[in-house]
């Protein structure tokens, strides 16, 4: 019993790395998350503490939106052909 317990992890783990390859949405928005995590404490520092922790996150979120819709405006404006 004890060897079916731990084969299982082992199993998920290389279930979710095969998978990594073909759906890449979930680790650009797992990296978003990330990023945001360095970015929500720059911004409540930056904001003299006059923005609560949840307004910080959500303005740190907003601001990875704009640059990634900008940097994909961007492509899509002058490499039109790969869209």
Same mark, same amino acid.
């Given at each position: 019993?004890?060897?079916?317990?731990? *084969?299982?992890?082992?199993?998920?783990?290389?279930?979710?790395?095969?998978?990594?390859?073909?759906?890449?949405?979930?680790?650009?928005?797992?990296? *978003?998350?990330?990023?945001?995590? #360095?970015?929500?404490?720059?911004?409540?520092? *930056?904001?003299?503490?006059?923005?609560?922790?949840?307004?910080?996150? *959500?303005?740190?979120?907003?601001?990875? #939106?704009? #640059?990634?819709?900008?940097?994909?405006?961007?492509?899509?404006?002058? #490499?039109?052909?790969?869209?």
């Amino acid at each position: 019993m004890k060897l079916i317990q731990k *084969a299982q992890p082992i199993e998920t783990v290389t279930e979710i790395w095969s998978e990594w390859r073909k759906q890449k949405l979930p680790l650009y928005l797992f990296l *978003a998350m990330c990023f945001n995590l #360095v970015l929500a404490p720059m911004v409540y520092a *930056a904001s003299d503490r006059t923005f609560s922790q949840s307004q910080a996150w *959500a303005l740190g979120l907003l601001g990875l #939106v704009t #640059v990634g819709l900008s940097i994909y405006l961007f492509f899509v404006m002058f #490499v039109p052909e790969k869209f």
